[in-house]
């Protein structure tokens, strides 16, 4: 007679509990073809109804030193046009000139297999249904997409550089997004925070850099 333990209800209720993004996230990267990619690919990867998960996705890769050129304007742009179909409620659509640009699969994939660890971390703090309010329908909704679009704007802007300018929006968009997918209020307000760093340390930087340029000025008259 063999001592098999009984199933619980807490082992069902792990069988049935969702993918974390995290494990999301995961499962896209294995579908990505190994060759060079496009954001179609990506798109396609993620499924056209999970907008939220592909805003997240687009953005891990700004959370680790790995420079790709083109990237933050595609991946910004993108982001901004959901936000945008979200707001207005329309069909989600991407221009053929950027859906269709070719991206460096194996610094992206390695990028964003790093960039994992953070979704992890994001995963523990996030809780489902918590202030609820914060993401109801109706002005709050529309708040909170117009920061997405906000944050993806600021994740365009060319600063890409300079430590911390592409990670901060970009945790932003993450926030944000996660707030929305799982209607976590605190989520959304990290979004929110994320935003108004990004905002004053972009205010610092051009504060910063007219200095000095008005000292070169000052210094070669």
Not at 18 to 40: C, K, M, S
Not at 197 to 220: H, P, S
Request: glycine share 6%; with cysteine; hydrophobic share 55%.
């Amino acid at each position: 007679m063999t001592n098999e333990r009984i199933p619980t209800a807490a082992d069902a209720a792990a069988l049935d509990a969702p993918d974390t993004l995290a494990e999301h996230i995961e499962r896209v990267l294995t579908a990505l073809p190994e060759q060079d990619l496009t954001l179609h690919d990506i798109v396609e990867a993620v499924g056209p109804d999970s907008l939220m998960l592909l805003t997240i996705f687009l953005s891990l890769i700004f959370l680790v030193p790995v420079s790709i050129p083109g990237v933050s304007t595609a991946f910004g742009l993108a982001i901004v046009l959901i936000g945008l179909t979200r707001t207005f409620q329309r069909k989600p659509w991407l221009p053929q000139r950027i859906a269709r640009r070719r991206l460096a699969a194996a610094p992206l994939r390695a990028g964003l297999q790093r960039a994992t660890v953070w979704l992890h971390r994001i995963d523990r703090l996030s809780r489902p249904h918590r202030w609820p309010w914060l993401s109801s329908h109706g002005p709050a909704t529309l708040c909170n997409n117009l920061a997405l679009v906000f944050a993806g704007l600021l994740l365009m802007m060319p600063f890409g550089l300079i430590p911390f300018s592409n990670t901060l929006p970009a945790l932003a968009v993450i926030f944000l997004s996660a707030g929305m997918m799982q209607r976590d209020g605190l989520a959304l307000l990290l979004g929110y925070a994320a935003v108004c760093l990004t905002l004053l340390y972009f205010a610092l930087l051009i504060t910063a850099g007219g200095a000095t340029l008005m000292e070169v000025w000052q210094w070669m008259g």
